[in-house]
């Protein structure tokens, strides 16, 4: 009984988080900087938030994230990190070889006042970037904004330093992926092969995250958007952005610089977001859909209509980030279940705007966004009237263990569970992922609480 003196009773807070749902910027850009090939992502500020994100990223991923940091002492903190970073980039260019640096700040650089452009203009002129390697940078200051905001100012610099118009356009569509799981990535490429599109996707996690164990250890693992494929996207036909929180200031920066229009839509989480992902694939790559993926769709559909009766009408909380919240609260509705109560630490219109739309029809549904929507307010809800489902990170493993509830990992951070970075929930394939891990939860906890007498074989 870990949250047993959470009540029912709500307060009005206004200057006071209890339990976020949301982390800092820093780890944001840090994870997308890991989607380009050969990058060392390197954290301008303190060792204790590079600590801090690096190991947040290792325990979600069970991977070794690799990152640098300023290393700030007492003196830089005072006087400036400059001469940390300058010399940062010159070790590490010596020492490690990567092909890109990707610079983030953290508070304490953003409140010093540090400026990014001329700390690395300085290492131009000093000549501490090898020829052909490069240096990249965003502010990511973690009193405002949350780690979606981070990832997003990453992809945005992605396009600021890379992406390169030609004269001749090519027929390829830019995937600019939000922030979802490498598995998620790889199921999102698979079917744009399948549909024989041509693509590039930026960032891409898969080969990175999500790596073999064979008995050596790469700095560098093989995966990732390379230079030349980064440099490429100012010459593709078409941009899709895959959630709007993180990919949208990506999708203008390049439409502004390279003049490549763009479309952002959900992440294809669920039936009707994977259909919008794959309309405007075969509208903008100019294929059709193939049968193959449309026969993925018919064994969801066959899969929810046999196991209808165990979905219908089940309450159920979620919390986590908004890209992925949208569409799987849609999902969720489509499946004639009820969400009742979902928070997202991450402020923000679009949230509120189409949740309002996606729960018109649940009268009872409660949903917030921003600093005050927080775990601790989600469980006093819950203690108002309880749920049959959780859906969230590992945050929520106290409340489904004080209220006897089932729960389904989803998001970031899953600390305490493995196999979220190798099984999708992206496309018809992950969706039938999660209905069956859903299906799996109430049948599970049906079995081991149901009195004796109501033990059932066949389910
Ligand atoms: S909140 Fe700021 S100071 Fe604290 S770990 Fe995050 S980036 Fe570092």
């Known amino acids: 009984m870990l949250l047993k003196h959470t009540t029912d009773k709500e307060i009005d807070r206004k200057a006071l988080t209890i339990n976020p749902a949301k982390t800092c910027q820093p780890i944001g ?6 989607g380009i ?4 992502p390197h954290s301008h500020g303190s060792q204790g938030c590079c600590s801090y994100h690096r190991s947040t990223l290792t325990r979600h991923f069970k991977e070794p994230v690799v990152a640098a940091t300023s290393s700030f002492s007492e003196g830089s903190s005072v006087f400036g990190g400059s001469a940390n970073l300058v010399q940062a980039i010159e070790t590490m260019f010596t020492v490690y070889k990567p092909e890109v640096i990707a610079v983030h700040t953290t508070c304490l650089s953003e409140t010093i006042g540090d400026d990014l452009t001329q700390i690395v203009s300085k290492a131009n002129d000093d000549g501490l970037i090898p020829e052909g390697k490069f240096v990249i940078y965003c502010n990511t200051p973690s009193y405002v904004g949350t780690h979606i905001t ?8 992605m396009v600021k330093f890379f992406s390169t118009a030609t004269p001749k356009k090519k027929n390829v569509v830019n995937l600019v992926a939000g922030w979802m799981e490498p598995s998620d990535m790889r199921e999102i490429k698979r079917l744009a092969q399948v549909m024989e599109a041509r693509t590039i996707m930026f960032p891409d996690m898969t080969g990175v995250l999500d790596t073999p164990l064979n008995g050596k250890y790469h700095m560098y693992p093989d995966g990732g958007t390379t230079i030349p494929e980064l ?8 941009t899709i952005g895959l959630g709007q929180y993180c990919t949208e200031d990506a999708c203008i920066k390049l439409e502004n610089k390279c003049k490549v229009k763009f479309e952002v839509v959900d992440i294809p989480i669920g039936l009707k977001a994977t259909d919008r992902f794959l309309m405007s694939l075969s509208r903008h790559a100019n294929l059709p859909i193939p049968d193959s993926i449309t026969e993925e769709r018919g064994q969801l559909i066959d899969l929810i209509a046999d196991n209808a009766k165990y979905l219908y009408g089940k309450r159920v909380a979620l919390w986590g980030d908004p890209d992925t919240l949208i569409p799987l609260t849609e999902f969720l509705v489509s499946l004639d279940m009820k969400p009742v109560y979902i928070v997202s630490g991450t402020p923000g219109k679009p949230f509120d705007e189409r949740m309002s739309e996606i729960l018109k029809d649940i009268p009872e549904a409660k949903f917030m966004s921003g600093e005050r929507a927080d775990m601790f307010r989600l469980h006093q809800w819950i203690k108002q009237e309880g749920v049959d489902l959780l859906i969230g990170n590992t945050y929520g493993k106290y409340i489904a263990r004080d209220e006897d509830t089932p729960f389904i990992r989803f998001g970031f951070p899953i600390a305490d569970r493995s196999g979220h970075n190798y099984f999708p929930k992206t496309g018809y394939v992950g969706a039938t992922n999660l209905v069956i891990q859903i299906l799996n939860a109430f049948m599970d906890h049906q079995d081991r609480t149901c009195p004796e007498e109501k033990v059932e074989f066949q389910m």
């Open 231 to 238: 440099r490429a996207t100012g010459d593709s036909k078409f």
């Open 150 to 157: 981070g990832y997003s100012n990453q992809v945005a610099a």
């Open 37 to 40: 090939h050969g990058c060392l």
């Open 29 to 34: 850009a840090m994870y997308a900087a890991l």
